[in-house]
């Protein structure tokens, strides 16, 4: 059984930092590509960071030199490292696990508000 559990979200004030962890389960997980995604009230889900089984990432424009992708193989686990948060970064952060198909964590909430 396949499973994709994110962490690491909550309420910070604008300016401020959190890293968000996606721990993967049931996948072979250094063969998948990875992806973040965020889903803001009213809005359609969108793709913040992705990167690829060889390392390479790619970023939407709004979070680049802000937001920091990464994976660590041994530990099945993919991480977003969110500094210099702003409101507009409000949203329900989701990770994505790709290779012949896809899958999606359950979400977790990030809230940038003073």
């Known amino acids: 059984q396949v499973q994709l559990v994110e962490s690491g979200g909550g309420l910070v004030q604008p300016g401020g930092s959190l890293r968000l962890s996606c721990a993967a389960s049931g996948i072979s997980f250094s063969l998948y590509a990875m992806g973040w995604y965020r889903q803001a009230p009213g809005q359609q889900r969108e793709l913040v960071a992705r990167i690829t089984r060889g390392g390479s990432t790619n970023y939407a424009d709004s979070v680049k030199g802000r937001f920091t992708i990464s994976r660590d193989n041994a530990k099945n686990t993919m991480y977003l490292q969110m500094n210099s948060l702003k409101p507009e970064d409000t949203a329900v952060y989701y990770c994505?696990?790709?290779?012949?198909?896809?899958?999606w964590g359950q979400g977790t909430q990030v809230t940038v508000s003073s």
């Open positions: 994505q696990a790709t290779c012949t198909q896809a899958y």
